[in-house]
């Protein structure tokens, strides 16, 4: 396993080659428009596969869009049939525990796409005490099951993402402690995403844990929230009882209580706060 923080060169150092056949699909729809501008500033032509006609992404040059089936049998004009690689990038938590993500990984092995490359969460495991870490690590398990090759990328949490420790309030309460965590600008995952599909026979079979130069205790996530939200957001420590019967209260939907209240228990036991310089990639 290889921990990284990418500069924002990295994606350019070595270029997708243009003959690659690249799906990208997923919930974390705005990773997926950057990893496509990323690859369109490259002249990659590649498909965005969508589920629904209200996501699709506008303004992503050399991207053609194509819908999310996953039938039974599969026509040779499938999206998934026509592809080498793809990039599935979901977004956690979920309410059914990513079995969505499983049917896409198991049709996209069945069409015969030949590599993986999959937006995890630092730490997965099976017995993570984050839910949506859980729910990655059941994915992860299932590309490898697949018998294709891949590449698992495990990223911190992500900056823009840190507003889901928000309670409808517009402030933070759970059982933080005194944690730390860092934090990755999405645009770095997107350049490392595309610096793996430029590469891939290097990475083929590589989990690689991505962090950050800095981990920030909640109180300073907080802060950094106050000046994203426009309006000062302050931490109030919890423990995970009355942090989860307060957020049910908010009529905030029991399974994303647990995966707030749970990604606060992991804060606490340091599980995202590995901190690595930022360096170029071999």
């Known amino acids: 396993m290889k921990n990284h923080h990418t500069s924002p060169s990295d994606a350019m150092k070595l270029t997708v080659p243009t003959s690659l056949r690249i799906g990208i699909a997923g919930a974390e729809r705005p990773l997926c428009a950057s990893i496509s501008r990323l690859l369109g500033s490259q002249g990659v032509h590649h498909t965005v596969l969508v589920e629904d006609d209200g996501s699709i992404p506008r303004g992503l040059p050399r991207a053609s869009t194509a819908p999310m089936r996953l039938d039974e049998h ?10 080498d690689v793809l ?11 990513f079995t969505r993500q499983l049917e896409i990984v ?16 630092l730490n ?9 870490a859980r729910d990655h690590f059941r ?10 090759q891949f590449t698992i990328l495990r990223p911190t949490l992500l900056l823009e993402r840190a507003a889901n420790l928000l309670a409808p309030t517009g402030h933070m309460y759970g059982p933080g ?39 920030f205790t909640p109180k ?26 307060r957020l049910v209260d908010y009529a905030v939907p029991p399974w994303k209580a647990a995966a707030v209240v749970t990604l ?19």
Do not use: C, M, W
């Open 220 to 245: 300073q996530i907080a802060a950094q929230l106050s000046g994203q939200e426009g309006h000062p957001i302050h931490y109030h420590p919890e423990d995970a009882e009355t942090a989860f019967i």
């Open 264 to 282: 606060y228990e992991a804060l606490t036991a340091q599980q995202f706060a590995p901190i690595s310089p930022v360096r170029a990639l071999p």
């Open 74 to 83: 599969l026509p040779a004009s499938s999206p998934l049939a026509n592809l």
């Open 87 to 97: 990039v599935l990038a979901p977004a956690a938590p979920a309410p059914d525990g």
């Open 106 to 121: 198991d049709a996209a092995a069945a069409a015969g796409v030949r590599h993986f490359v999959y937006v995890s969460i």
């Open 139 to 148: 994915v992860e398990q299932r590309i490898r099951q697949t018998g294709a």
């Open 124 to 132: 997965a495991t099976d017995d993570a005490l984050y839910t949506g």
């Open 177 to 215: 402690g005194n944690g730390t965590a860092t934090l990755l600008p999405r645009q770095q995952l997107a350049q490392k995403t595309v610096r793996v599909l430029a590469d891939l026979d290097a990475y083929a079979g590589q989990t690689h844990p991505i962090t950050g130069p800095e981990a």
